[in-house]
């Protein structure tokens, strides 16, 4: 894609990716098409590719460039991937997995975000993400089971649910951590029917994942 946001986007590339080892082809190539700008609130546009999260309505917030990219390494897609993803938010992290992936599901819990999710996927041409309202805590057991489960919200535990849903050789990556201040990038395989390997990676800050078998369910914060 080329237009007056390419320079800005190439850089981003170049300086948030590339240099911090964000190297697959298939991402990169997902990050370079999918245009952040158009995922932003208006008065933003100038911010598109800074190297942080911004605000979007409901006092939520679009992921950092880096962080949406990262997410999708650590969960090793294949291009046949089914995969689910919670936490809509403004729809950004759905697009890049749509570009890497055959079939993504995305669900939010508040439904105007959702709305300007869908709205904006479709005038962008995304005939392979579905939008749904509700908890994601819960998953999506109709469309399950799912290659990978992307969780962009922090929750106090990898809600059992999501597990459940996964393949076997399914892989989940979710920020987890004991408080809504600091999280770390949790990955987990399902490697059996009841095995599951799970390790802490990175270091994050994501808003609260709310929900029956998030904050508020399983664990009062
Ligand atoms: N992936 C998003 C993007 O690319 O813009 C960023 C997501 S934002 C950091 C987290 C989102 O998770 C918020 O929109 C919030 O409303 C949503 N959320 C929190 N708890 C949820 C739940 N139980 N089910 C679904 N969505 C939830």
């Known amino acids: 894609m080329h237009d007056d946001m390419s320079d800005a986007r190439e850089e981003m590339i170049e300086r948030q990716l590339i240099a911090r080892g964000i190297v697959e082809p298939r991402i990169i190539d997902a990050m370079r098409r999918v245009p952040r700008e158009a995922f932003l609130r208006w008065g933003l546009r100038e911010f598109a590719y800074a190297d942080e999260s911004l605000p979007i309505e409901a006092e939520q917030t679009i992921s950092q460039p880096f962080i949406v990219a990262l997410m999708l390494a650590i969960a090793q897609l294949g291009p046949n991937d089914h995969v689910l993803e919670i936490g809509t938010g403004s729809g950004y992290a759905a697009a890049v997995l749509a570009e890497v992936v055959a079939v993504v599901d995305t669900i939010e819990r508040l ?37 990978a489960i992307l969780v962009t919200a922090s929750g106090p535990v990898v809600p059992p649910a999501l597990c459940a849903q996964l393949k076997v050789g399914g892989r989940l990556v979710m920020p987890v951590g004991p408080n809504t201040e600091r999280q770390r990038l949790c990955r987990l395989v399902r490697y059996g029917d009841r095995t599951y390997y799970q390790e802490m990676l990175n270091f994050v800050r994501f808003v609260p994942l709310i929900g029956a078998q998030g904050w508020g369910g399983i664990t009062e914060e």
């Open 111 to 147: 439904p105007q975000l959702a709305a300007s999710a869908y709205n904006r996927l479709t005038s962008l041409g995304y005939d392979n993400v579905s939008v749904h309202v509700g908890d994601g805590t819960l998953g999506l057991p109709a469309r399950g089971p799912f290659d």
